[in-house]
């Protein structure tokens, strides 16, 4: 009897209906072919308790404060900031712009919006001083998923949401493997620069540092507000989320560049993006009282011994899906389709629930690099004007690198759970 409903699901897939309406609807008919239709009267009490989730309220206002500084002159002022610390090097606007996705990071918490920013602004530049348009979309694509890995991140609020984990031991957790992934990416930056030739900062066109320090200094202090009063517990991760809209609207009138408009499309924006993510969650939270009446993850549990995958098996296995999953799939919507499946049988195989959501975050960030679909592939290619598959191949040497670096986050758990242990916001 569930023939019925994998059928449905599958021409919902092909035919491009978004993701909420065919699993909503394909969830609502395994209920009457499994014979669960008695249970559907207690579903409505269950979505909502799902959703009854504090830290839910941190992401429409992490959304918000995003596209408040988007449209705020930021983006400017952290490149002239960047520009002034690295610009001087061989392949320096290489390193301004990974280094400008790290700032960034701590505005937007999105690769897409990364991407955007900088594939608008620093792509042309790095034109004029001599890179190529592949080079320059291509690290500017590499570089924009630090984004979702440095807090704030809207994936890891969604992630600690959904499986129970704390966001404020994600985001500490966060902080080391997002630095890390911006130092490998300069070396692979400073690599190609001496293989290709790449141009070096000349004198005059290197802004002076304490001018464009001032000047970014406002951009600066929202993420150290975000984060210090997040991890030292002054604040939940939704109050900080308030504080920053605050914040950010004030940096906007600092900059001269947010006009009452431009508040009124971001608040149109976060309601729409914000919407569309709890029709997900409402369908995900259907499936996911089906499989527990089904027993889905005990039987998962149970599968994984008699395969004797193991520990070690199973996490390869995983994050091969969740990989595969971040090719094709929007990234909260992989998150909320498969992370209440597949992630509880590896928290009980003894998988810190807190490792699992950055690996599960930077799994799905690399897949925006990756055919068949790479969002921030297609993003980038539309907004420099460059052929997809040529963005791709541009973009080769810094995925591969990419992907060691998810294996060395897989098999040393430390590098993220260092910081939150210290902090003592995990065991």
């Not at 994600?170 to 990416?185: D, H, K, M, R, S």
């Not at 569309?276 to 527990?292: E, K, R």
Request: aromatic share 8%; net charge neutral; with cysteine.
């Amino acid at each position: 009897m569930i023939a019925l409903p994998a059928i449905f699901l599958v021409a919902a897939l092909l035919s491009g209906s978004a993701i909420a309406y065919f699993v909503g609807s394909a969830t609502v008919i395994a209920f009457f072919t499994e014979d669960h239709s008695r249970y559907l009267a207690a579903l409505p009490q269950r979505v909502m308790g799902q959703l009854d989730v504090f830290a839910f309220l941190a992401m429409p206002l992490f959304i918000l404060t995003g596209e408040l500084m988007n449209r705020g002159g930021v983006t400017d002022a952290l490149i002239r900031f960047s520009m002034s610390m690295l610009g001087r090097f061989k392949g320096g606007l290489g390193h301004v712009n990974i280094l400008t996705s790290v700032f960034f990071a701590g505005v937007s918490g999105s690769a897409t919006a990364d991407a955007a920013a900088l594939g608008n602004t620093l792509v042309p530049v790095m034109e004029k001083q001599g890179y190529t348009r592949d080079y320059a979309a291509a690290v500017t694509a590499a570089s924009s998923i630090i984004g979702p890995i440095i807090p704030p991140s809207i994936i890891l609020i969604f992630y600690g949401a959904l499986l129970n984990t704390s966001v404020v031991a994600l985001f500490a957790a966060g902080i080391v493997p997002g630095l890390l992934l911006a130092a490998v990416l300069m070396v692979v930056n400073a690599i190609m620069a001496h293989r290709h030739n790449h141009p070096g900062g000349k004198g005059s066109d290197i802004p002076a540092f304490l001018p464009s320090m001032f000047a970014a200094l406002p951009a600066l202090c929202l993420p150290a507000i975000i984060l210090s009063g997040i991890l030292f517990g002054f604040m939940t991760p939704a109050e900080a989320a308030g504080v920053a809209d605050v914040a950010a609207l004030l940096v906007g009138i600092v900059y001269r560049r947010l006009a009452l408009r431009d508040v009124f499309e971001a608040i149109n924006r976060t309601v729409i993006l914000s919407g569309a993510v709890f029709v997900i969650l409402v369908a995900i939270a259907t499936f996911g009282y089906l499989t527990s009446i089904e027993q889905v993850p005990q039987k998962m549990v149970a599968l994984i011994g008699d395969l004797g995958l193991g520990v070690t098996g199973y996490m390869v296995l995983l994050n091969i899906i969740f990989l595969l999953a971040g090719m094709i799939m929007d990234v909260k919507a992989a998150v909320a389709l498969l992370g209440p499946l597949l992630i509880p049988p590896a928290i009980q195989l003894g998988v810190d629930p807190t490792h699992m959501g950055i690996l599960v975050g930077f799994n799905l960030t690399v897949g925006l690099l990756t055919p068949p679909l790479g969002g921030v592939l297609l993003i980038l290619s539309t907004v420099v004007n460059i052929g997809y598959w040529r963005l791709m191949r541009a973009v080769l040497p810094f995925l591969l690198v990419e992907l060691v670096l998810l294996g060395v986050l897989i098999y040393v758990p430390a590098v993220s759970l260092t910081l939150p242990r210290y902090l003592g916001l995990i065991n």
